[in-house]
């Protein structure tokens, strides 16, 4: 099993350009969440999917937006980028959502908006 | 302002030393969970604590859970140049669905000097 992958690694966009970075898990995982990591700030939550067909916004969601049209996948997009978007971006997936439910995580897309 | 506020957020120690990494907050969790990321990688969960003054053992890395489950500490024995890395805690709000959304506090990065 591949466990969660992310597409692309590396990513360089000028301000205003749009992008979608790919989330893919085959663990048959309901449950797939997007974060972002700064310097100092941990992870922050941006938006969240609690199965096919279903997302939800999280602590950081103003300029993103997602879709689940299927279950393995969970796709983050950037309309229209900021420099305040750079950042290192990671996906993960849950069997559930209780409260002992380890989350797995992809190996992040670090995005550089110039 | 952050919900889960972690100290120290940097740790250099020598090899053989003990340390101890807090995750303190105002609010109650659910549960607890402890993640390790290294360079280049995402978060790997550690371990899950989920009842007040609950103590976990995993080789020499002990974990405890505050009895009004409002904080945690992670306590290191005898530190290996192999525990570097970044260590991050994850709370699950308590009240209502979580839908397993976790917050993050902002990490402490551990060098440990052969």
């Known amino acids: 099993n591949a466990g969660v992958t992310q597409t692309p690694k590396f990513r360089v966009l000028k301000t205003g350009q749009s992008m979608t970075l790919l989330c893919a898990q085959d663990?048959?995982?309901?449950?797939m969440y997007w974060y972002r990591q700064d310097p100092g700030m941990g992870l922050r939550l941006i938006h969240y999917?609690?199965?096919?067909?279903?997302?939800a916004k999280g602590e950081v969601p103003d300029g993103y937006n997602v879709s689940r049209l299927k279950k393995q996948n969970f796709l983050l997009g950037l309309e229209s980028a900021a420099p305040s978007q750079t950042s290192v971006y990671f996906c993960?997936?849950?069997?559930?959502?209780?409260?002992?439910?380890?989350?797995?995580f992809g190996p992040g897309t670090r995005l550089t908006v110039t | 302002t952050q919900l889960l506020e972690q100290s120290p957020q940097f740790l250099s120690i020598q090899e053989g030393e003990n340390l101890t990494v807090y995750c303190n907050s105002s609010?109650?969790?659910?549960?607890l969970q402890w993640y390790r990321q290294e360079p280049g990688e995402g978060p790997v969960l550690l371990v899950t604590?989920?009842?007040?003054?609950e103590v976990k053992k995993l080789k020499r890395l002990t974990f405890q859970f505050g009895d009004a489950r409002k904080d945690s500490s992670l306590h290191i024995t005898a530190a290996q140049p192999g525990d570097t890395g970044l260590y991050l805690c994850?709370?699950?709000?308590?009240?209502?669905?979580?839908?397993?959304?976790?917050?993050f506090g902002q990490g402490t990065i551990l060098t440990v000097h052969p």
């Open positions: 999917s609690v199965g096919e067909g279903t997302t």
């Open positions: 993960a997936s849950s069997y559930g959502g209780g409260a002992s439910y380890e989350q797995y």
């Open positions: 663990m048959n995982h309901e449950y």
């Open positions: 609010s109650v969790f659910s549960s």
């Open positions: 604590v989920v009842t007040g003054g």
């Open positions: 994850a709370g699950m709000r308590a009240g209502g669905t979580s839908y397993g959304k976790l917050t």
